[in-house]
Structures are given as C-alpha cells and as structure tokens.
C-alpha cells in the first residue's frame, strides 16, 4: 500500500480514457458518456485491448510523491505532522506542508535510529527482509515534498494525501 502526497487538483469539466494496452490516452471529452462511448468503440476496434480502458475526469494539475505507508509515516513524523488518525488522509496548506519540509530538513540527523541497508525481521514466525531507510532517503523525500509544496504554493492550492 502506498500514500500519495499531491497538489490539489481541480476539475477541467472534461473527461479521457487511458488504454492500458497501447499506453496511450484519448482525451477532451466534454462528458463522462461521451468519454465511456468512444472508450467502447475504442475496445472493439483495439486488437491488443484485452484489459479494458480507463475513463475519468481530467484534472488541471497532476503533481504528486508516492510513499510506501512506512516511508509516509517516518517523512510525515519528521515533519512533525500526522497522516491522520484512521485513514491517513488529509490536507494542509501549501505553507505548513513547505515550512515543515524546510524545519525537518534544517536538521543535522533525521531517523534516531536508521534501518540499514538490508535486515532481517522476525514477524509471526517467519523470517523477512526490511530495505533499509537512512537520513539520505528521508532528505529526498523530503525535499520532493518541498518542491511540491512550493509548486502548490505558486497554484495557491493545499496539499493533499490519501
């Protein structure tokens, strides 16, 4: 599972289909039926179409980080904010978002205790391997959220995450 942290995105009123087997997206629809008929006829008509196509709204921005939910919830406690209580969604203004990004990465060490590059964990009997999470990774991560946030700013949109 993952998390993925974006700028807010708002409706253009128009509407795609993406096919998953030429990876290509067919776009401008001025509605939703509009958009699922041509995405039909699309599937008739597509020789290597076999998993369908997708159909949605299109939005004006498409900005966004993805997370592991373990590398989520170690950025989102060095910034000192919170995914959320239940289900880790949420929003904040570009300016929280930006400013916890910069504080956290003000700091000489992140992680009080970084996982190394590879260990072994014991989980319910079995044995498994953990890919290791260090300062640097964190740095990354946040620093894209910086950079997202600072994009989100210039919009003047939150950021989002879910």
């Known amino acids: 599972m993952s998390i993925t942290v974006a ?38 008509e597509c020789d290597t179409c076999s998993h369908g196509v997708c159909v949605s709204a299109q939005v004006d921005v498409d900005e966004s980080v993805n997370l592991s939910n373990r590398n989520a919830q170690i950025v989102f406690q060095a910034m000192g904010l919170s995914l959320g209580e239940e289900d880790w969604t949420g929003n904040l203004p570009a300016e929280t978002v930006l400013g916890a990004a910069l504080l956290a990465l003000a700091n000489d060490k992140i992680l009080d205790n970084p996982v190394s590059p590879i260990s072994e964990a014991t989980h319910a009997g079995g044995v498994f391997f953990v890919e290791g999470f260090t300062d640097e990774d964190v740095r990354l991560r946040l620093q894209w959220i910086a950079d997202l946030a600072t994009e989100a700013m210039n919009l003047g949109r939150s950021i989002t995450w879910g």
């Open 7 to 44: 700028i807010e995105a708002l409706p253009t009123n128009t509407f795609e289909f993406y096919c998953y087997e030429v990876e290509q997206s067919f776009s401008d629809y001025t509605s939703y039926e509009a958009a699922k008929i041509a995405a039909t006829a699309h599937q008739q």
